[in-house]
């Protein structure tokens, strides 16, 4: 568990050395200078990186992917009224890392990511000595799952989940763990484009369902590359594994994505969900100051069945 007064530069800042504002870092690196150390950080190829990173962040190396990442955090930001300037900000599921590099850009104290994926977090650890001191030293990763933070209670001026709600195997545990390490009064920000309750986003994954299950004319949809048809290599497996039942009937019938009986529990789901915003997929909530609750810096408490206690007493 990590103690947020632990951290060297919230000492500092506990002890008045570090001003409200410690400025933004554009001033000293601007959005070339940003890119440009990321297009280092990808071109380095060290043998540490996961070789997903060049599918997944590859396009951060152009000017034009770059830029569009970074505007879109900065909308998000703006959209959630996050000002990450002097803040403590966590991303909750960080992949490769890039968000925090972004944050700290834009002057965050200190960002930290939590990211359950090994490969990735080694990846992220073994480029952030190329990055100048002035993000390095802002930025940490660790390894860990959303549902059971390594941090203290009330640790963080807020927290973002950036493309990452959707991969959280039990969304509720991780928004009571998320709910822990902000601080009162702290933001959270949910940005997510699979977001079941977007007809837009509904239509793609049925179809990117459809042609993996039943095939494509073209062998792409949306991106994806269909090297198989599911449902004949089920019926091939059935045919061979148990010859006297009706192979191609029990393949069609074991598929349930696009099923529209499968519809009702699919959408019983996500009303009952957090997530109401219908025409973006972005949701920022403010954590409330609870009754007699100090909105201080950072609880000395350590990890217990006493925030399990404050969790289930909200
Ligand atoms: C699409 S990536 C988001 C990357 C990052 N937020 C960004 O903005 O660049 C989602 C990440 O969440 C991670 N993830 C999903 N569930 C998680 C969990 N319970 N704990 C930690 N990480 C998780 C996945 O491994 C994946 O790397």
Redesign the pocket.
Known sequence: MHDCREMPRIRERERGSIGIRHGYVPMTLGHQGLSAVVRDVLAARLPEYDPWLYRY?GNLATERGFATYVRH?RDLLRFARIDPRSARVL?????????LLVLAWLGAEEAH?????AP?VETARAYLPRLPAILSERIAIDE????AMPYADDCFDAV?????VS????VEA?LREIHRVLRPGGIVLIADGNNGLNPLTRRKTREIWDAFELGTSTGGVHGHNVAHVYQLEREKFIRETFPDIPAERMARETFAMTNPKSEKPASATSASGHFRARSTTATPFRRILPTGRSSSACSTRTPSADSSRRSDSR
């Open positions: 962040c955090k991303d909750a599921g960080a992949g490769f890392g890039f968000t990511g939590i990211e359950f994926n990735m860990g799952n959303v549902m973002l989940s950036v493309e990452a991969h959280y195997r039990d991780a």
